[in-house]
């Protein structure tokens, strides 16, 4: 089954405890991305990635490191998690940025951070 | 600050009727664009794309684009109860990224 699978699904923490939510892809795709999800702000993109080792900062990228060792991993680090950083994250993978003809999001992780 | 703005709603339409959603982006540079359905507590789930100037029509769903105007709208034939989430649009930039609206809330009524 085609599928984008993040974990944990739910995390609360403390500030400055690093975290490392993983995401992985099994439809060979090259993009994904991260997203956080806030009420009354939509979707706002963390970092993307094109491909294995090429990464570029979404929006909001501050307090967020990523890496695309390989094509169906794209981990999310938190170096020092803040309570601005409660939300919901999602990861997502498509066949390439421009042809989203297949765009798979995960099931969403929620991090609470105290 | 490039962005996609979005009626947040909500929207209430009778079972049956046409829901007509809009969405608004300020950057010329977006090639692509996409509908999203987001039921509450899930993940949103991509429904329609569409890179042409004109209308995009799959089942009960039209996508409407006008790069003119910066103007893209999806309309929703035949409403369902079911049909009742969040939609929320995107639009990717003259870069890589894509950004979305906040989304609009559409409730149909049995």
């Known amino acids: 089954e085609a599928q984008v699978t993040q974990n944990p699904r739910y995390l609360i923490t403390v500030t400055g405890k690093k975290l490392t939510v993983t995401c992985s892809q099994n439809m060979n795709h090259e993009y994904m991305s991260w997203y956080r999800q806030d009420p009354g702000l939509g979707l706002r993109q963390i970092y993307y990635s094109m491909n294995v080792e090429v990464t570029d900062k979404g929006d909001v990228p501050e307090g967020y490191k990523v890496s695309r060792k390989e094509k169906r991993n794209f981990p999310l680090i938190l170096e020092s998690p803040s309570p601005n950083q409660t939300s919901l994250y999602f990861c997502a993978s498509s066949l390439s940025h421009r042809r989203y003809t297949e765009a798979f999001f995960g099931q969403g992780t929620r991090l609470t951070v105290v | 600050q490039k962005e996609v703005e979005q009626n947040s709603g909500p929207l209430s339409v009778p079972e049956g009727a046409i829901a007509s959603l809009n969405c608004t982006y300020s950057?010329?540079?977006?090639?692509?664009f996409f509908w999203y359905r987001q039921y509450s507590g899930k993940s949103p789930e991509l429904i329609m794309f569409i890179y042409s100037n004109g209308d995009k029509e799959d089942g009960r769903f039209t996508a409407q684009l006008n790069k003119a105007s910066q103007y893209v709208s999806l309309l929703i034939r035949d409403s369902q109860p079911s049909d009742s989430a969040t939609y929320l649009c995107a639009a990717t930039t003259g870069g890589f990224k894509t950004i979305f609206g906040a989304g609009t809330r559409l409730f149909v009524k049995a």
């Open positions: 950057d010329r540079g977006s090639q692509s």
